[in-house]
């Protein structure tokens, strides 16, 4: 009765038997992807899945499960069976969707979702209109003081990382501005190159054409490091000491996956995020490789999950 309750309690364990484990993987590796095909999240993900299968020796493939937030994708992943063969591409959703639509599952990434290990990092350019009297992030939180509720300022949707960029910057820098939402990045940039809109936190790739092209004015980074598509750009961080928005990607795995296929997984997501060859081809897409093993993006989960979370409730964020 002992040993059975003792396996029982070790359901990691349980999930492959130790032969199985040792040939991990023995066929096709399926990896649940929340977003559209053609996007830079899906491009980066097909790109690191191709190198993950040359380690693995198996094909890894995306599969795109589009819908409810990148919840469709998230739940199909946390509830398949912890083998090893169906994984998930998470991203900063896992640790905004608690907060923004708590009614979405996973409703605890943290229990029911294992990390594997870190891919990719990407921050958002904050510009503005050029009608705007501005040049810099300081400026640019003096004018929005002098002119309270004045200014509009658009993002691809309310929950999105780059609305709740503008929702932190405007509780650090104490500002009154105007959410104006859109479905989508692409239309947020046509009102703002319009004019009809004043500011936006943009994906690097959306703002930097029309930033080379005098459409846009760029203020800043919303990382806390400059970024070789804009260096000329600053972080937020230099006027604004803390500030950090980016989106992220990271690879997850079923609760109870058995810690040699993690292991594996690891290795060949490693192997993948350190290529130098893959890196230089992501960085022209503004994207920013980054390799961090489980406890890395369990840490970065946890940690955005609170920030997020407390940002959310401080500014009665709602999601449409």
């Not at 996007?39 to 993950?52: K, L, Q």
């Not at 509720?149 to 650090?172: C, D």
């Not at 230099?238 to 993690?262: I, K, M, N, R, S």
Request: glycine fraction near 8%; hydrophobic fraction near 45%; proline fraction near 8%.
């Amino acid at each position: 009765m002992n040993s059975r309750r003792a396996l029982l309690a070790a359901p990691a364990l349980l999930a492959l038997p130790a032969s199985a484990q040792e040939a991990y993987p023995s066929r096709a590796v399926a990896i649940a992807s929340g977003y559209a095909p053609g996007g830079v999240t899906d491009v980066t993900s097909r790109a690191v899945a191709e190198r993950m299968g040359r380690e693995l020796g198996v094909p890894v493939v995306i599969e795109n499960r589009v819908g409810a937030a990148t919840a469709v994708a998230n739940t199909y992943v946390a509830q398949a069976r912890p083998d090893g063969y169906t994984l998930l591409m998470g991203t900063s959703t896992l640790a905004i969707n608690p907060g923004l639509q708590p009614s979405l599952t996973p409703r605890e990434p943290m229990r029911e979702l294992v990390p594997v290990g870190m891919i990719f990092r990407s921050a958002f350019a904050l510009h503005v209109h050029p009608s705007l009297p501005v040049r810099n992030t300081a400026e640019f939180i003096a004018y929005c003081h002098a002119n309270p509720g004045k200014v509009n300022f658009g993002s691809s949707g309310t929950g999105a990382v780059n609305h709740l960029a503008q929702a932190l910057l405007a509780s650090r820098a104490n500002l009154d501005v105007v959410h104006v939402p859109f479905r989508g990045g692409t239309p947020a940039l046509i009102e703002l190159r319009a004019g009809r809109i004043h500011a936006m936190f943009q994906a690097l790739l959306e703002a930097i054409p029309t930033l080379r092209e005098g459409q846009t004015r760029g203020l800043a980074i919303s990382s806390t490091t400059r970024n070789t598509l804009v260096p000329d750009l600053p972080p937020v961080a230099d006027t604004v000491p803390g500030f950090e928005a980016v989106f992220w990607q990271g690879l997850f795995a079923p609760v109870g996956t058995p810690e040699p296929v993690v292991r594996k997984l690891s290795a060949a997501l490693n192997a993948a995020t350190e290529d130098p060859a893959l890196r230089s081809r992501m960085a022209e897409q503004g994207v920013e490789l980054v390799t961090g093993d489980a406890a890395y993006l369990r840490d970065l989960l946890a940690r955005e999950t609170t920030m997020w979370g407390d940002l959310i409730r401080s500014a009665n964020l709602r999601a449409e």
